[in-house]
């Protein structure tokens, strides 16, 4: 387990997240829910260029473990570990945050 798991919880930076499932195909316990759309650009090239446009990200803090694999798989650091600890909901539904919540507990940026 990460030392990092021990005195925090996992954020998203949507932006950066590119929908390619690494994080879901390599989470041990499936916590990890991703919905997205195909959107295909005109580059100007010789074919167009499609993308997955990211629709939904969820984590279920009641199968998580905590164990990191997320954050070291993912080759956009779209995931971080965050200070804050995960609040748990008055209701199993509670335990599911969802894209906007992961994203509220991204670090700010500090100014350069």
Same mark, same amino acid.
């Given at each position: $387990?990460?030392?990092? *798991? %021990? ?12 929908? /390619? $499932? ?13 919905? *997205? ?19 939904? !990200? %969820?984590?279920? !803090?009641?199968? /998580?473990?905590? /164990? ?12 971080? &570990?965050?200070?804050? *600890? ?12 969802? $894209?906007?919540?992961? %994203? *509220?507990? &991204? ?6």
């Amino acid at each position: $387990m990460n030392s990092d *798991s %021990a005195h925090g919880s996992i954020a998203l930076n949507p932006s950066d997240c590119t929908s /390619c $499932m690494l994080c879901v195909k390599e989470c041990p316990d499936k916590c990890i829910h991703i919905e *997205s759309h195909p959107v295909v650009t005109d580059t100007g090239g010789a074919r167009p260029v499609t993308i997955s446009a990211l629709d939904r !990200f %969820a984590i279920d !803090f009641g199968l /998580c473990i905590y /164990c990191g694999i997320c954050i070291d798989v993912c080759p956009f650091d779209a995931l971080a &570990w965050v200070a804050r *600890s995960t609040v748990p909901g008055q209701e199993r539904q509670g335990l599911i945050h969802e $894209m906007d919540q992961l %994203a *509220s507990d &991204w670090p700010a940026q500090e100014p350069t």
